[in-house]
């Protein structure tokens, strides 16, 4: 997978991930958040309704969600390195939260959103995020929906040409939401940055991340 995220929104990220690094620092277990403690994404304009396909071929919209928090990453199934090690790290991380805390992880709904639908069909999806975590929910639809939703959590992407027609690669925007139970933004979750060596840390961080935040 290749990273299109320009200058601005590679800024963007980093300096609200470094703002939840610092507000995570002191937290001492898998408590809540502190009564003044602010989401660093409160107000952003992130997120929306949507109408989409699982992995069923069933018909979901944001509105099926309402009450429970909502962990989203954007990404493709032929993508041959970053988003599989990202989605594997993730829900890690919720697994592992399950594990420590079951009743607010099971009030997490794990979505992976396609941005490659020609190819991310229902069929294709299902032993993708089978993989991953039971109850990882692979969404895709038409070009219009998948852009429709894209747009509204600010992830962009586009179709790189590879060696044959059906052997290309999507560039795209490479962030992690953790979602509150309104659908308002609470978050970043923490990715590996692919300019770096790989951080084994993350679903530990992302363990953190949801204790924070996931009331």
């Not at 300096?15 to 003044?36: I, R, V």
């Not at 929306?48 to 699982?54: E, H, I, Q």
Request: with cysteine.
């Amino acid at each position: 997978m290749m990273n299109s995220m320009n200058m601005g929104e590679k800024l963007l990220r980093a300096s609200l991930l470094l703002c939840a690094s610092a507000m995570l620092a002191g937290c001492g277990g898998p408590a809540g958040p502190a009564p003044d403690a602010r989401p660093p994404l409160e107000g952003a304009r992130i997120g929306g309704p949507f109408t989409l396909t699982d992995q069923d071929g069933k018909t979901v919209r944001d509105s099926d969600f309402a009450g429970q928090y909502r962990l989203v990453y954007f990404g493709y199934s032929f993508c041959p390195d970053i988003c599989p090690v990202d989605i594997q790290k993730l829900m890690l991380g919720l697994a592992q939260f399950e594990k420590t805390d079951p009743a607010r992880g099971a009030n997490i709904v794990p979505m992976f959103i396609t941005i490659d639908p020609a190819r991310d069909t229902p069929a294709a999806l299902k032993p993708f995020v089978a993989r991953y975590h039971p109850r990882l929910l692979g969404l895709t639809g038409t070009p219009d929906q998948i852009a429709a939703a894209a747009k509204a959590y600010v992830v962009s992407y586009n179709k790189v040409e590879g060696s044959a027609p059906d052997r290309y690669l999507m560039a795209h925007t490479q962030l992690a939401f953790l979602m509150d139970p309104a659908g308002k933004p609470l978050a970043l979750l923490p990715l590996d940055d692919p300019s770096t060596e790989a951080d084994e840390g993350v679903p530990d961080k992302v363990v953190a991340d949801l204790a924070k935040w996931v009331k």
